[in-house]
């Protein structure tokens, strides 16, 4: 059998998601073929798929020293170098797909959650607006695009933004939660309950939803129903002693001392205080 065939078998084995035996016939198609820069590109698309990203991003590397000028293979390494948390070479590898592709509308946007991610907010945003350029109906994009106008002070056309996203995709539990986080920076309270309300009625255990609920909630002197929200928010994610401070903080307002002791007594254990 040649290489070409055991290939062949390993793109029908990765079409019917039997990944052990796709990277077995790549694998054997690279022992005859050692230096096939598709067989190491396909090899590390099915291990990413299998969750080997160190090793997808390896059979990559070695894709490209055969395949320089490959844009699909520049646009996977920098997916793996995300998962991997390598978010400056992962912009780089984007850069690179993107010199070979101008027009790749998913590494534009993998770019711009890249760039988003290294402090660079004004580069991401030029980002996305190519990418929305190319297709105007994107909701993620819309959804991103508002998160960095809101963290650049833009808070109207962040808000704008996001109802974008929610005319496009109105289950978008996160949009929802964002825009709530805009209408609370705008002093808009009540819109902003409604949105955070919106929002957990699409993911129900939304702790940041509950969270940013009970924040608002406060504001608007709702002190009973903040408690809950914060004590929602607790439950769902222990860590967030964030939430456990102001539930006590609200509950003092109301006098409950005996479940304000109880829950600055978890506040100390969680800061380590005896």
Not at 64 to 69: A, K, S
Not at 245 to 265: G, N
């Amino acid at each position: 059998m040649t290489p070409e065939i055991f290939g062949r078998h390993g793109m029908a084995m990765a079409q019917q998601n039997r990944l052990a035996e796709a990277l077995a016939a790549f694998d054997r198609a690279l022992q005859m073929k050692p230096d096939s820069g598709e067989m190491h590109h396909n090899r590390g698309v099915v291990l990413q798929q299998l969750g080997r990203t160190a090793d997808a991003l390896a059979s990559y590397d070695r894709a490209l020293l055969t395949r320089p000028n490959d844009a699909g293979t520049h646009y996977n390494r920098g997916n793996t170098l995300i998962q991997l948390g390598r978010m400056d070479e992962a912009v780089l590898s984007f850069q690179r797909a993107l010199k070979l592709a101008p027009d790749n509308v998913e590494a534009l946007m993998n770019r711009g959650y890249a760039l988003m991610r290294v402090g660079r907010p004004r580069e991401a945003l030029a980002s996305y607006e190519k990418a929305l350029k190319l297709k105007p109906g994107l909701a993620d994009a819309h959804h991103n695009r508002g998160l960095i106008l809101a963290q650049l002070g833009r808070l109207a056309e962040a808000l704008a933004c996001h109802d974008t996203a929610l005319q496009l995709r109105p289950g978008h539990a996160q949009a929802h939660n964002d825009r709530g986080s805009a209408l609370l920076a705008l002093g808009r309270l009540d819109e902003a309950v409604a949105s955070f309300e919106r929002a957990l009625q699409f993911r129900p255990e939304f702790a940041e939803a509950h969270y940013n609920l009970g924040v608002t909630l406060t504001r608007r002197s709702r002190t009973e129903e903040a408690i809950v929200s914060f004590d929602t928010a607790f439950r769902i994610r222990p860590g967030n002693f964030a939430a456990l401070a102001l539930k006590a903080f609200q509950q003092a307002r109301l006098c409950d001392w005996r479940s304000r002791a109880c829950d600055i007594e978890r506040l100390n254990a969680g800061a380590g205080l005896g």
